[in-house]
C-alpha cells in the first residue's frame, strides 16, 4: 500500500473507531439510566450505564481531585500526538498501523468525553463465575487491541531480530 494511502486508511480506521464509540455511548446514554443494567446473557453479559471518571476499567475512578481529570487529559493528548506523528510516517506493517490506528481512534473517544462532560460512558458489563470485569466501552475495547496488535509487533520484530544474529 502506497504511504498516502496507507496513511489515509489508518486515518480513517481511528475515525471509524471513534465514531463508533461515540455512537455506541449516545445510544447508551439515551436508552438507559444511569446505573440501569439489562441482562442480555444472564450470569455472563449485561449492558449498564455507568460513568467513569478514571481510566479504562475504572481504574483511578475514585480520584476525587480534578487534578486526575486533567492529568488523563495530558497524559491522554500526550499519546495522541505520539500515536498520530507514528501513523503519519507510516507504520513498516498491517499489524502496527492498524494497531496504532485502534489506539488513536480508541484514544481520542475517550479524551473528547472528558474534556467535553469530565467522565466518560461505559456499558459493557461482563461476568463469569463469581469475576465480575469492569464496565468498559468501545474505545476501552480499541486501547486493549491495539496495545496488544503493538507488543505482538514487538515481540514478532525481536524474534526475527534474534533470529538473524
Request: no cysteine; hydrophobic share 55%; net charge positive.
Amino acid at each position: 500500500m502506497g504511504s498516502a494511502r496507507a496513511r489515509s486508511f489508518y486515518f480513517l480506521l481511528a475515525l471509524l473507531v471513534w465514531a463508533a464509540d461515540q455512537a455506541s455511548k449516545w445510544v447508551v446514554a439515551h436508552a438507559l439510566h444511569v446505573g440501569e443494567v439489562r441482562s442480555l446473557i444472564p450470569g455472563f453479559f449485561n449492558l449498564t450505564h455507568v460513568t467513569n471518571r478514571g481510566a479504562a476499567f475504572g481504574l483511578f475512578a475514585n480520584v476525587s481531585s480534578p487534578l486526575g481529570t486533567i492529568l488523563l487529559v495530558l497524559f491522554s493528548t500526550l499519546a495522541l500526538a505520539v500515536i498520530g506523528v507514528l501513523l503519519w510516517r507510516n507504520p513498516a506493517d498491517r499489524l502496527s498501523g492498524v494497531s496504532l490506528a485502534l489506539l488513536f481512534g480508541g484514544a481520542l473517544g475517550n479524551l473528547l468525553d472528558r474534556v467535553r462532560v469530565g467522565r466518560v460512558v461505559d456499558f459493557l458489563d461482563f461476568h463469569l463465575g463469581g469475576y465480575h470485569w469492569p464496565a468498559f466501552n468501545l474505545a476501552d475495547s480499541a486501547i486493549v487491541l491495539g496495545a496488544a496488535g503493538v507488543m505482538l509487533h514487538l515481540l514478532h520484530r525481536r524474534e526475527w531480530r534474534q533470529g538473524e544474529a
